[in-house]
């Protein structure tokens, strides 16, 4: 007897990969926030510092959850894997080029007492901070507009679109919110640890990017509503069946992206949440509170995040040259088997993975001063 049935095991799914890029941007989200912060933050060598030996124990643990997100949409959705990296290739290449400023950058930024050598790395982690999020907020806002992808009768895929085509207004502001997020969420939590200087240039720029969460995820919304057409399934589909995006009848209509949210209420505490946290966010840091001004930013971050998935569901990857072979989570999915082996792996290795996450911030927490590292120069970054 099957534990879980398929259309269950698909909804699963959506809810698995959804809270694996939800744990990349609550972790990673802070640390790219430093790092692009970094050069206004800090006026200093030694300022510098402060901010990087807040987030340098465990940038690379917190990657975790992006190589986590990333293989399970390959495992999961393997035709969304497929289509998506074909498409998106370059923009990708773009993304993953730009993390290779990290680990050279935190590991040898401060081996040398060169100045010219320090600032360039300094630029490097800047670079490494704001070009992911701005990828994958560009990315984000076109899954609205529908990207220009078709299969064949041998569900081949075939991409009609260029690098540019990426480049669409929409989709550019989606890419600067999710700075502004990653900045706000960064910046708390930069303010939990460290002093002096380095506290005060952070505390206003945590100010600047709440206040540019709140008005982009509006700005976001009303755009939305009035000016772009959603997709709505119009014929019957089998959730159970296995995956062929070719059954099905897909319609371009005003307004269909806040179809949830008339249907299912409760779903508009997503943007609420989103919004409301945010304003929280300028508030407590106004108010110099850093430890809830960071579980606000945490808040507002899943708010958002949540609101453009509730808005989507169940589309993974529309498309808008063939908006019928538009890829949702009951035909991409992988087979039952897969899935089933899948959560049976996840249930076991997520919660290890949260154990020791938090038992390293537990044993490396504490605040960081211009003082700390002159008596630690040749240990700390």
């Not at 790219?32 to 807040?54: H, Q, S, Y």
């Not at 630029?123 to 901070?129: D, V």
């Not at 700005?219 to 995956?243: C, H, M, N």
Request: proline share 4%; net charge negative; glycine share 8%.
């Amino acid at each position: 007897m099957e534990f879980i049935d398929y259309t269950t095991l698909k909804m699963v799914w959506w809810l698995l990969v959804g809270v694996l890029w939800l744990g990349f941007a609550l972790t990673e989200g802070f640390d790219m926030g430093v790092g692009m912060l970094l050069p206004f933050v800090g006026k200093t060598d030694e300022e510098r510092r402060v901010a990087i030996n807040a987030v340098a124990p465990h940038w690379d643990g917190n990657q975790v959850w992006l190589i986590l997100a990333a293989g399970a949409i390959f495992a999961a959705w393997p035709i969304v894997y497929a289509t998506t990296f074909s498409g998106f290739y370059l923009a990708l290449m773009l993304m993953l080029f730009s993390l290779f400023f990290r680990p050279v950058g935190f590991d040898y930024r401060s081996k040398l007492q060169n100045k010219q050598w320090r600032s360039t790395w300094d630029w490097g982690l800047f670079i490494s901070g704001i070009v992911p999020p701005l990828i994958l907020g560009v990315a984000f806002g076109n899954l609205f507009l529908g990207v220009p992808f078709h299969y064949d009768d041998y569900l081949r895929s075939y991409y009609d679109g260029n690098f540019f085509l990426l480049l669409h207004p929409f989709a550019v502001l989606s890419g600067l919110l999710a700075i502004a997020m990653f900045a706000m969420h960064g910046g708390a939590y930069l303010m939990m640890r460290c002093g002096g200087d380095v506290y005060d240039r952070t505390r206003q720029y945590t100010q600047y990017a709440a206040l540019a969460v709140l008005a982009l995820f509006a700005i976001e919304g009303i755009w939305l509503y009035f000016g772009i057409d959603g997709y709505v399934i119009s014929s019957a589909i089998d959730t159970g069946a296995p995956a062929n995006p070719l059954t099905k009848t897909v319609e371009i209509t005003a307004g269909a992206w806040f179809h949830n949210y008339s249907e299912y209420p409760l779903t508009m505490i997503a943007p609420l949440v989103g919004l409301g946290s945010a304003a929280l966010v300028f508030l407590f840091v106004r108010m110099r509170r850093p430890a809830l001004a960071f579980l606000f930013t945490t808040c507002s971050m899943f708010g958002i995040i949540l609101t453009g998935a509730f808005a989507l569901f169940p589309f993974i990857l529309p498309s808008s040259t063939h908006p019928s072979h538009s890829l949702t989570i009951w035909d991409a999915a992988s087979s039952e088997l897969t899935l089933s082996i899948m959560l049976v792996a996840t249930l076991l290795f997520v919660p290890i993975i949260l154990i020791y996450t938090v038992w390293c911030y537990a044993k490396l927490w504490g605040s960081y001063s211009v003082e700390d590292i002159r008596a630690n120069e040749h240990t700390l970054y």
